[in-house]
């Protein structure tokens, strides 16, 4: 088991925490919690997720309480069930179970298990602990850094949350096993975004072990998921409410939000969006003139190993730039873009329209 | 006009926010909003208070914003509107009036619009800047300290919310001329309990200021809510996560609670419940042998003087006592009550049942 330590700013010490990484972690969760003396644990998953892990999470939990207290919420899976509704269902849950200041709420599940019971455990009495037992790859190397909860509007994605951090992670690499293929090379391309924003030999690692992790080797995912997490906590660590470097994590972002936005957020994942964002903002840096034809080409091959489209050909470049110009992201009006500097340094930039278009032109964009 | 500056913690001190009290503020909330400089402004109130001063407010807030960027949302007004569906309202309301992270949420009213509008201003993006324009006494001296916000569950009272601290306070005491007598009274409530807890020469200058008070006059309106403003900013201060020193703030609660609960949430306003918790809190500590009972004397005169009640005959001990056990504050099923150790001080204790029956006894429980 590796363990990273997430480190919030000094002012606030008594926020960090550990994310543990490895595999069958599941069954341990007793030893994370025992530290933390809950009055009860309320498990909060999907219908999937609880059905392959529910039953082993809530034993593990049990050894970490007096009497037993453990209690389970379900809820559908889905970003459609992202809502306030649902996230009524969980407060409901908590009640049922007669939760308490003392309460953890264990979120088991993907992202969207995360950031609904995440923000319910941010909002139920004001706060209450709560802890990330992430079971998708994409969670593991992203929601599990950042402290952001919330749910969708329907006008827009995550308009409604809090910023909250957990008391620890707990990624059990196994679980990744009951992984769609598709899900795992989505998570990869937040990997390879951390990758080219920040460190450069961890890019090249990353490269390198892509078929290991593919198939799902514990040791590899292990270093690509701690790698990650290490990246992403320095970043947020510096900027906890996204005024500054924070933004850098939106590299591949603001390509890829417009891509799930154009093909009515079905088509594509949210990581393929972001990986096929990843050789967009790529070769847009390349016509700014600050990297070269072949570093574009190491990112293309790096998202293509990671069996992500390189290219979505046929989008409206005009329904695009409106989509951009929408974007939470942007700033009255004008579009920012995360650009690379090299292969593991990155910047944020007004892009001139004429390169911009340039870009989705060459990328097949109509 | 007064202004009380409320600093929460060293590491906090982005935190701190003015709150500004005297006459005719309503019509001059441009100048405490044009430094902040918002991107766009949107006044939450209850259609009462809205019909009262929100054109006057929204005429005031436009001054301060480029091309009147200013948009209401009205809510329906009481307790039972405090709900996640009306949040959800306001929510709806800040993305039909295309609010940003630049907005700021102006909330106009007494506790409930605060408390609500406060939290949509919490979770809204993650958190927004949020100004308070309380206009009741008793949010005026309580809701403006403390950053509480928050909706009611069927199953307990603020059981979903946030700490999210305001911008600004103004509290315009010209408002509490369209206040129902009743609701002056219960505003001073929690006046003399803040002098009670924590400074005796508060306590009796409100008390023979409080005729003064109850006929509204605008000195004694703003010495008596800065005073308690500052007495309450400096127990927050001191403990922002209501871990300590914050509980001090129950003083009167846990009777009044119960007092509340079973009479139904009807019968009498909170801060009655409270006026007469305050006597029950002075008796039990008599019996405790902390105060004498000159002491009980002076505090149920001034509350008496108030014109809240002394005395409520008549409940069922048995049913009180079984209230204030499951009180949110209770730890364990073990009562700890807010007891006086003098006029001006008090502390937390575990109260043997006798005493606390000698007291429900003598106050004419059955």
Redesign the interface.
Known sequence: MRTVDVSLPA??ADRSYPIHIGPGLVDRLDAFIAPLAPTSIVVVSDATVDGLYGARARAACAKAVARGRVAGVVIAGGEGEKT?AT??RV??GL?EARADRGTLLVALGGGVVGDIAG?AA??????IRFAQVPTTLLAQVDSSVGG?T?VN?V??K??????HQPAFVASDTQTLKSLPPREVSAGLAEILKHGLLADAAYFDAVARDTPAILALDDVALAAAIAGSCEIKAAIVARDERESGDRALLNLGHTFGHAIEALTGYERWLHGEAVGCGLCLAADLSARLGLVGGAQVARVVAAVGAARLPVRIAGLSREAAVASMRGD?KASAGRIRFIVLEAIGRAVQREVPDADLDATLVAAGYV
Chains 1, 2 share one sequence.
């Open positions: 002012a606030r306030l996230f009524g407060i409901d009640v923000f941010a909002a139920f009495m004001r706060g952001k919330g509007h006008q827009g995550n308009l409604v949350g809090a910023f939470k």
